[in-house]
């Protein structure tokens, strides 16, 4: 009985010793990202901890059942047999090596995403080029990352190496040992089982469970990154939740419009330009500072400014569906590579198109890139541009594409060929890591407290010099311009170790500490600008997020048919004006001064706009408030459950 003791003891510290490695890295994630969960006491980060242990015990023991079946199946001679040995001892240290690698670099992924990575993030490096390509880029920059990560599988070398030195006699056949081994095998299983499945609950462990234990901005740090993964992994459908009658959902909030059938349309010509990476934070106008984006400010000056917008996530390949079909993502995976990617869409291009409209897409990336090229000739445009078209490589960054300026030249002179009206939607991505800028403009633009400042400046620069040239066209009077963020980037904290050229050049701590919560971290530029129409100026204030950019426009165009939108025009009086997300496994909605986290079945919490921590949770203080909210979020999430996995999301028209 002694080697089987000894053989549990050297499983109990080996799975001991992963736990530990689980924690030291949850820790290393906690201060690389320290400025996005600034304020936390020692005591809550030592209780979050704790409460962590029982999903990294979840992951343990998923990911080395093997392990924990070569320790405590009664296999006698078999166990010490030195190919025995070196296999078991090989799946130990590659895949816990592997697990708190991917654990430490979602530390630095994270800076940049704000969520804990899912199963969409894997997705994504296989069907992307670009991804493969920046693994390296991110390995040099973070080295200490691989670095930790070889020390990790050294570490993880020893106690076997020990545990194998310790080994003091081979076992003897007996009848009555193996029974006692066997049922203790089985209990060792029953209590693995219960570890995996993460207690007695009736269902195991999930992402929404560490909900339960902290605020909403603070699950990640509960989390660890295999386990959102493994969770997410063949989920990804939208939840299927009812909660009203069709006839008391569109009460409270309704996707169906039905515009004036009198309207006299009006054929103007639509260009929308998403930014890559723009924070509100980075716009000085928007946020009472000087700020990185000169032209911009001032262009701000002359359009109708959304000073309360809000983008649909995090991603790139969110913003897109949100912009052209006024679809949200409130699902793990983008909508792109989600198994609703096929769905029947009420597009934008579409719509336009039978209006006569010429349509065409331009984005410099390497055409593929994000799957974007198909997509959006999924969604109805024409046309689309992307590097191939370009042709010109002496432009290209050597990461994603062409450079913001040239392509955007590029731009003008191609809907110069396209016949009128048309829509055009250019997509920049000089913002994105690893902020590359052109050989010339090395030394034109200046470093900030963040590396991406230099080339928000860039980007700010390329399209200032879109409009100058676009403004000498003639079809430039008679256009709509839309610019908007495609999602926010990093944030910063003021410290005192700030470049001296830059000190000073940053908004308030009180509007910084806005753009980390819940809510204000979705926080982005939003702006109509209309050269010809002295009403589109001044700043709309309420709540805008962007789904409403599609039925706004619609609604400013006189459109005289009927569709399908998840957002709702900022000229209409009459509709709700609201912001919705999918927050660490939550449902979130912003509304004018009060934003409410709702689990599917119950509200969590409720924040006022003010407490900009998020500390002080409301929904026992006014549950007035909770009522009017969470009746909008649940008709907003019914809707979009039962029609995105119904495919319901085109409305019979009379085009």
């Not at 999930?206 to 909403?216: D, E, G, N, R, V």
């Not at 392509?407 to 939607?425: H, T, V």
């Not at 939003?526 to 609604?555: C, H, R």
Request: proline share 4%; with cysteine.
């Amino acid at each position: 009985m002694l080697d089987y003791g000894i053989k549990l003891i050297g499983l109990l510290k080996k799975l001991g010793l992963v736990l530990l490695l689980f924690t030291l890295s949850s820790l290393f994630f906690f201060i690389f990202n320290y400025s996005l969960f600034n304020g936390i006491s020692f005591l809550e980060i030592a209780r979050i901890c704790v409460i962590g242990i029982r999903f990294d015990i979840s992951v343990i023991i998923y990911f080395n059942i093997l392990i924990i079946l070569a320790h405590t199946i009664p296999i006698g001679k078999l166990f010490y047999n030195k190919y025995f040995q070196k296999t078991i001892s090989f799946i130990y240290i590659s895949v816990n090596t592997i697990l708190i690698g991917i654990n430490l670099g979602d530390s630095v992924f994270y800076h940049f995403t704000q969520k804990r990575s899912t199963i969409d993030v894997i997705k994504f490096i296989f069907i992307s080029d670009d991804a493969l390509k920046l693994i390296p880029k991110f390995a040099i920059d973070y080295w200490y990352v691989p670095l930790f990560a070889i020390l990790i599988g050294i570490i993880f070398y020893l106690p076997y190496y020990f545990f194998r030195r310790k080994i003091h006699q081979k076992p003897i056949l007996n009848i009555k040992l193996f029974a006692v081994q066997f049922l203790l095998m089985l209990s060792i299983l029953g209590l693995s089982l219960l570890g995996a499945r993460g207690g007695l609950q009736l269902r195991p462990l999930s992402i929404m469970h560490a909900t339960k234990y902290t605020t909403a901005k603070l699950v990640p740090l509960i989390l660890n990154t295999p386990f959102t993964l493994m969770t997410t992994y063949g989920h990804t459908n939208a939840r299927d939740l009812k909660y009203f009658d069709e006839e008391t959902a569109s009460k409270f909030y309704n996707i169906n419009k039905t515009p004036e059938v009198n309207n006299v349309f009006k054929n103007k010509n639509v260009v929308i330009i998403l930014l890559e990476s723009f924070s509100k934070e980075y716009v000085g106008s928007l946020s009472n500072y000087k700020g990185y984006t000169p032209f911009l400010d001032s262009l701000i000056g002359k359009s109708l400014v959304f000073t309360n917008a809000f983008s649909s996530g995090y991603r790139s390949m969110d913003a897109i569906p949100s912009v052209v079909t006024s679809i949200p993502c409130l699902i793990d995976d983008p909508i792109i590579t989600s198994v609703y990617a096929n769905n029947k869409y009420t597009s934008l291009a579409e719509i336009l198109k039978k209006k006569s409209y010429s349509t065409a897409f331009f984005h410099g990336g390497t055409n593929g890139t994000l799957g974007l090229d198909g997509f959006v000739s999924f969604l109805g445009f024409e046309k689309y541009y992307g590097r191939s078209e370009y042709n010109d490589d002496k432009d290209f960054d050597n990461y994603w594409g062409i450079y913001d300026e040239p392509f955007l030249q590029f731009m003008i002179d191609e809907i110069e060929n396209l016949q009128q009206p048309f829509f055009a939607m250019g997509f920049t991505l000089s913002s994105h890591y690893p902020y590359s800028l052109p050989e010339k403009y090395k030394n034109k633009f200046k470093e900030g407290p963040l590396r991406i400042h230099r080339v928000v400046r860039y980007t700010d620069y390329a399209l200032a010099n879109f409009f100058k040239i676009a403004s000498k066209k003639e079809w430039f009077k008679n256009t709509v311009f839309i610019i908007s963020a495609d999602h926010p980037a990093q944030s910063v904290i003021p410290t005192d170790s700030e470049n001296i050229e830059e000190k000073g050049n940053l908004p308030e701590k009180d509007i910084l500490k806005y753009y980390k919560n819940t809510s204000g971290r979705y926080s982005i530029p939003i702006l109509f600008y209309v050269p010809a129409d002295s009403t589109m100026l001044g700043k709309y204030e309420n709540t805008f997020m962007q789904s409403d950019i599609m039925p706004s426009l619609l609604d400013y165009l006189d459109y005289d048919n009927k569709y399908i939108a998840f957002g709702n025009s900022a000229f209409d009086s009459t509709t709700v004006n609201a912001a919705f997300h999918y927050v660490n496994g939550l449902y979130q909605i912003t509304k004018g001064d009060y934003c409410l986290l709702y689990d599917g079945s119950n509200s969590t919490a409720l924040y006022e706009k003010n407490d900009l921590n998020h500390t002080n949770n409301l929904i026992k203080e006014n549950p007035e408030v909770v009522i009017e909210l969470e009746n909008i979020l649940k008709a907003y999430i019914q809707e979009y459950s039962q029609r995105m996995r119904n495919n319901n999301l085109k409305a019979e028209a009379s085009f």
